[in-house]
């Protein structure tokens, strides 16, 4: 599923070629994914674009009288193609611009979504319950130590809770644990302030790096010009259960926390 990055860079693919184009055309050639395409889609032709944002896993899609979120689903992505170029498989939702091109959403799982909201309001109850971006100030160790108080939950689980912060997926959060050198299944009410700050820097860190280096290509991921991201290349435990720890050579074990797979260093995590 895309996370946060790959979502990231997605967004920063598509937006030169969205940016202060004029809408001409929407399709919708399969109306059901993970919710129905509503046909209000259709009052986007004439709309300019103003803006493409991020909000945790969502990209949002600015003109002066919508907001387009689109998710990207399990195996959804987005990619601008000539507007001539013949539809493929799996393309469910295109919208043409006068510039010729076209952007497209291919989605063969159909877990992906499209919603269109007439204002900001709007949009804001549909998030209500995000959590902050990562990147954000709001986000720091103080506002972790606070809300983990009292906590059983498994700090993995914690730092992937969407109410908690937003972005932080199966990937990354294994990831910045095994930097910090936290038991994924340490109760999140047990980690101290001080191992709340290293967590949040890694956590930025790790985001950050996985960002530049255009996301994390495992299944089905790939930017938005076609080519796949090559964070996976970077990664130290996620994957690799039963062989070495990269820091002390001791075999990496695999826990299921919250239904996923947690690989990590019993030696290295406590």
Not at 75 to 87: H, I, Y
Not at 92 to 119: M, Q, W, Y
Not at 129 to 146: K, V
């Amino acid at each position: 599923m895309p996370e946060l990055p790959e979502v990231e860079v997605t967004r920063m693919g598509v937006e030169p070629w969205l940016l202060n184009q004029q809408i001409e055309l929407v399709n919708l050639f399969h109306k059901t994914l993970r919710w129905p395409l509503s046909t209000e889609l259709y009052q986007l032709k004439g709309q300019t674009v103003s803006s493409v944002e991020r909000r945790a896993k969502y990209l949002l899609i600015r003109t002066q009288s919508y907001i387009v979120l689109i998710h990207l689903g399990m195996s959804g992505k987005l990619c601008v193609v000539d507007k001539d170029q013949p539809r493929i498989k799996h393309d469910h939702f295109t919208i043409e611009l006068a510039s010729g091109k076209s952007l497209r959403l291919n989605d063969p799982r159909r877990f992906g979504a499209v919603l269109l909201f007439h204002s900001q309001a709007e949009l804001n109850q549909h998030m209500q319950n995000l959590g902050p971006e990562p990147f954000d100030a709001s986000f720091n160790a103080d506002y972790l130590y606070q809300v983990s108080r009292s906590r059983k939950t498994p700090v993995k689980a914690f730092i992937m809770d969407n109410s908690v912060v937003v972005g932080v997926g199966n990937i990354y959060a294994t990831e910045a644990l095994f930097l910090t050198g936290i038991h994924p299944a340490r109760a999140a009410g047990k980690v101290s302030l001080q191992r709340y700050q290293l967590l949040v820097d890694n956590i930025r860190k790790i985001l950050t790096h996985a960002i530049e280096q255009g996301g994390t290509t495992l299944k089905d991921f790939t930017k938005a010009d076609g080519k796949p991201g090559y964070f996976a290349l970077q990664l130290k435990v996620y994957g690799k259960a039963g062989q070495p720890c990269p820091s002390c050579e001791t075999l990496l074990k695999v826990k299921s926390i919250g239904q996923r797979a947690s690989v990590y260093c019993s030696h290295c995590q406590k």
